[in-house]
């Protein structure tokens, strides 16, 4: 493999997933493919990817294997489940798992892959749809410093902010940071413009105003736009951002800090949830507030 790229197998083609894939295969890595639904494997098969059939084969003809999962039990079972990675890997292999899990469940699958000889690293992300489809994604990266030397220029590929940030399980736990600050974000912007709005107050005029002063944020600038837009198409899902929650929530309860914010954002997306919006963007916590008619700008 001196001097070759090495091939990479690609299990979970949705929202973020997708596009990373895309970008890699721009990079010029060669990919094999694999999701839960058909189509998108075809569509990245036509571009150039090697689709799979089982977790399993796609590990047995790759050097590395990223998985990009929604939740803690995907990742296991793709992982360690019939026909898993743990089922078809070579020694040697390294997994990079780039979903957003439990730490715990992040150690699991690490020591059993282990005793395969396949090294492992937890790296999680952060930009949402426009930075997987841009390459501009903050990657948090948990591991070995080899291991994450050798992961590096896949990683490159795809954000450009790769933060190695400590062993095995802290790309987790500094996602679940994230999350927190975004949700709890989220929640402050949502309830910002609803005073504005019921104020009688132009949200677009005050989003202006904030973003030159100290309230200036990515989730003022992106996610406000979006709900004085009432656009709430998902880049990140409302459900998935409510799981990162519990995962933020337990983690505080296991070590002993009880984080009430992030508790409340968990509890504002429960309540999007049962009202059925699960599917919609997380920006969609500003429906829960009061939504005057649009005014005319």
């Known amino acids: 493999m001196s001097g070759a790229k090495p091939a990479i197998g690609f299990i979970g083609l949705g929202i973020m997933g997708k596009p990373m894939a895309r970008n890699l295969m721009k990079a010029g890595y060669v990919l094999t493919v694999l999701n839960r639904s058909r189509a998108v494997v075809d569509e990245l098969a036509a571009e150039g990817a090697t689709p799979a059939s089982t977790p399993a084969d796609v590990a047995s003809t790759s050097d590395v294997v990223i998985t990009m999962l929604p939740d803690s039990p995907d990742v296991e079972s793709v992982a360690l489940g019939a026909n898993g990675i743990a089922s078809g890997v070579r020694a040697g292999t ?18 059993e892959l282990a005793k395969k000889n396949v090294a492992s690293l937890d790296a999680p992300v952060s930009g949402g749809e426009k930075g997987a489809i841009d390459a501009t994604l903050s990657i948090m990266v948990g591991g070995g410093d080899a291991d994450v030397a050798r992961a590096k220029p896949i990683l490159d590929a795809l954000g450009t902010n790769v933060v190695h940030v400590g062993a095995l399980g802290a790309g987790q736990v500094t996602k679940a940071c994230n999350q927190i600050v975004v949700g709890v974000t989220i929640e402050a912007v949502a309830e910002a413009l609803a005073l504005a709005e019921l104020a009688g107050v132009d949200p677009s005029k005050v ?4 973003l030159g002063g100290f309230a200036q944020s990515k989730i003022l600038e ?17 459900k998935l951002h409510r799981k990162d929650m519990n995962i933020a929530s337990d983690a505080g309860d296991a070590h002993g800090v009880d984080l009430k914010a992030a508790k409340l954002v968990r509890e504002r997306f429960d309540q999007l949830i049962a009202r059925g919006d699960a599917e919609k963007d997380h920006s969609a916590l500003r429906t829960l507030y009061p939504m005057p008619e649009a005014r005319a700008r």
Do not use: C, E, Y
Not at 94 to 111: C, E, N, Q, Y
């Open 207 to 210: 989003r202006a105003a904030l």
């Open 222 to 238: 992106v996610h406000g736009q979006r709900m004085i837009d009432r656009a709430f198409n998902p880049g990140f899902k409302a």
């Open 94 to 111: 390294l997994w990079i798992d780039m979903s957003t899990i439990a730490p715990a469940t992040t150690a699991r699958v690490a020591a």
